[in-house]
């Protein structure tokens, strides 16, 4: 099963350049976002071309739903994901896979599986199986809201779901993909890249903002170092890397320890610490979604 390309724009051309123009907006005084990214972000919502992400509900899953999962040897917990099959979704045909990690519980993130956006941006609910997996807190019997829980149970987690899924619903083994939002950017790498096993799921890796070892966070081997050797596991795969206003921090790290690597930078002018971004129909999705084209024909 090819991704429907009706719902994805055409190759672009010419990469837009977010920092080239500003305005000062409201007299001059309200902010310093680039104007480009303001007026198509108000001109998205004022033209309803916004897409909204579909409610959890109970049930089996079926094309165009989204719902509630629980592996078999976590029926006593809390811990679950949630599995959305696209609109075309049909039995016996074959779909791309992305697996998405939330960002941490923060003023812009819920930290829950139910609050991903990445996945259903980039498809639009059609071509693409997608399927948001959490950070198993053992000890709680939950999804962790913040940082990794157990990180072992996490990647164990992920091995299970996703050959379930491959396995139930059709997803191709050879067209897995791994997005995440801030904790979750950082989880690319950080739980994608865990151990030789779970570094092979992956065709490519989609982060937005943070990246596995730019800076030290409060958990163990989150330094440079570490993170170096993770990313070791990464190959000759592809990468998009993007961030609200910059990823400078990301690019000259990556320069120093992967300098041959294959990644795509983009950073995202007039946008919060979000994931929701990719609902509008803002330049950026537009290179997020010919990088995913991209990538399912050449790995």
């Known amino acids: 099963m090819q991704l429907n390309e009706s719902v994805l724009p055409s190759p672009v051309v010419r990469v837009p350049d977010y920092n080239a123009k500003r305005s000062r907006l409201m007299n001059q005084k309200l902010c310093?976002?680039?104007?480009?990214?303001?007026?198509?972000?108000?001109?998205?919502?004022a033209n309803g071309d916004e897409l909204e992400v579909p409610p959890v509900t109970a049930g089996e899953p079926a094309a165009g739903v989204r719902v509630r999962q629980v592996?078999?040897?976590?029926?006593?917990?809390?811990?679950?994901?949630?599995?959305?099959l696209p609109t075309d979704w049909k039995a016996g045909e074959k779909y791309p896979v992305i697996v998405e990690y939330a960002g941490n519980r923060y003023q812009s993130s819920l930290g829950t599986v139910e609050g991903c956006s990445l996945g259903y941006g980039l498809s639009g609910g059609v071509g693409v199986i997608w399927v948001c997996l959490p950070f198993v807190d053992?000890?709680?019997?939950?999804?962790?809201?913040?940082?990794?829980?157990?990180?072992?149970?996490?990647?164990?987690y992920c091995l299970v779901a996703v050959g379930k899924i491959c396995e139930q619903y059709g997803g191709n083994r050879d067209q897995v993909f791994i997005a995440g939002f801030s904790?979750?950017?950082?989880?690319?790498?950080?739980?994608?890249?865990?151990?030789?096993e779970i570094s092979k799921l992956w065709r490519g890796f989609i982060c937005h903002s943070h990246y596995d070892g730019v800076r030290i966070w409060p958990y163990p081997a989150s330094d440079r170092d570490s993170a170096a050797k993770r990313?070791?596991?990464?190959?000759t795969r592809?990468?998009?890397?993007?961030?609200?206003?910059?990823t400078v921090a990301t690019q000259e790290y990556l320069a120093q320890v992967a300098p041959n690597g294959r990644f795509t930078f983009v950073p995202i002018s007039g946008i919060a610490h979000t994931d929701t971004w990719v609902l509008n129909d803002l330049p950026a999705r537009t290179e997020l979604r010919e990088w995913f084209r991209q990538t399912l024909v050449r790995p």
Do not use: K
Not at 32 to 45: C, E, K, N, S, Y
Not at 138 to 156: C, E, R
Not at 238 to 244: A, D, K, M, T
């Open 183 to 196: 904790r979750g950017s950082i989880a690319c790498n950080y739980i994608g890249l865990n151990n030789d």
């Open 138 to 156: 053992l000890a709680q019997g939950q999804n962790s809201p913040t940082w990794w829980g157990d990180v072992q149970a996490t990647v164990d």
């Open 231 to 235: 990313l070791a596991r990464l190959g």
């Open 238 to 246: 592809p990468q998009f890397i993007c961030q609200e206003n910059s």
């Open 71 to 84: 592996l078999d040897s976590f029926r006593e917990t809390q811990i679950h994901h949630v599995l959305y």
């Open 32 to 45: 310093l976002l680039p104007l480009l990214a303001v007026l198509m972000l108000q001109w998205a919502i």
